[in-house]
């Protein structure tokens, strides 16, 4: 069964993929390589050639297998407790923010109306780069926001909850107008398609 980015499962999903495809774009070079020398009985040919350009593909696959075996999927316990205060909040799961300097494992993101609100069980150092970052990121696409990063699990489920308690209200005055291109997402879809985008 097929996870999406942003699903629970993503990453144990996404190794298996990679390593199944990027095996099948290094086969298909060497199939190449071996009917060369059975053809020409001979590697000095044109499908020897073809076969090492062929093999580029697999390296750069084989880049994304590395990146993705590096991270560790989120706990299944941790997944259901922030499930059960998600109710009608916008969520993604599982994402490893991609940046130029640094990359940063979110758990969970939420977003009610103009607050981002997400959380990192394994985030050591100040979360204040991803929180520009992801802003910096909105805001160049038209969605100001608030964002913030939680390192502590408690303080983030106190969050959603008030997130869900107050949703009406966060989301009663935002002037919102929907993109052509992704039609039938809201604003906080659109919001965390945005996200999902500068994942990994």
């Known amino acids: 069964m097929k996870v999406q980015k942003g699903e629970f499962g993503y990453i144990r999903y996404q ?24 053809i020409t009985g001979t590697r000095k040919n044109l499908i020897t050639v073809i076969a090492v350009v062929g093999c580029l593909p697999a390296c750069r696959s084989m880049v ?9 999927p989120m706990e299944a316990e941790l997944y259901q407790e922030i499930r059960s205060h998600q109710k009608d909040l916008t969520m993604a799961y599982e994402l490893v923010i991609t940046t130029y300097e640094k ?4 758990d969970a993101v939420a977003i009610c109306g103009n607050k981002v609100a997400a959380y990192s069980s394994r985030m050591k150092e100040s ?28 303080a983030y489920l106190d969050r959603l909850d008030h ?22 997402l809201g604003r906080d879809q659109l919001i965390r398609h945005l996200i999902l985008a500068i994942s990994l």
Do not use: C
């Open 15 to 38: 190794k298996k993929r990679r390593v199944l495809v990027t095996l099948g774009l290094f086969l298909l070079p060497l199939a190449a390589f071996v009917a060369g020398i059975l």
């Open 64 to 72: 994304g297998v590395i990146m993705m075996w590096m991270q560790k």
């Open 103 to 106: 990359n940063a494992f979110l």
């Open 127 to 154: 979360p204040e780069y991803i929180e520009q970052h992801i802003r910096k990121i909105l805001k160049q696409n038209g969605y100001k926001t608030e964002v913030k990063v939680f390192k502590e699990k408690r």
């Open 163 to 184: 997130l869900n308690a107050h949703k009406a209200q966060l989301e009663r005055d935002i002037h919102f107008e929907p993109d052509e291109r992704y039609p039938g």
